[in-house]
């Protein structure tokens, strides 16, 4: 799973599980909050993203705002660059061994 300019992807396992709930259809939403505009909270069908992830994927654009919710929350949906990067991270994914899932979800 290559990030783009070759940032670091926060907690590589972590972020692949959060792309891999939003798929095309269930948008990540973001409660805002905080001064500098990018909220303070972030879910996924009713559970927590951890801020790291939410705002790489909003600094590389891997999601974009697409509307807000009834409540004000602000919708956040995968961009084309970003199915790409869930493509390439399934794709990467799959071609580890046991072994090596392992460490990446216990040592990240």
Request: no cysteine.
């Amino acid at each position: 799973m290559n990030a783009p300019e070759n940032a670091p992807i926060p907690n590589r396992a972590e972020t692949l599980r959060v792309l891999r709930l939003m798929g095309d259809y269930l948008p990540m939403l973001m409660l805002a909050g905080d001064a500098d505009g990018y909220g303070s909270r972030w879910t996924i069908d009713g559970q927590p993203i951890q801020p790291a992830i939410a705002t790489y994927l909003m600094k590389f654009n891997f999601v974009a705002d697409s509307g807000a919710t009834e409540l004000g929350a602000r919708k956040l949906a995968l961009t084309e660059a970003g199915a790409r990067f869930r493509t390439a991270g399934l794709d990467w994914w799959a071609s580890l061994s046991l072994l090596e899932k392992l460490k990446i979800v216990v040592f990240g």
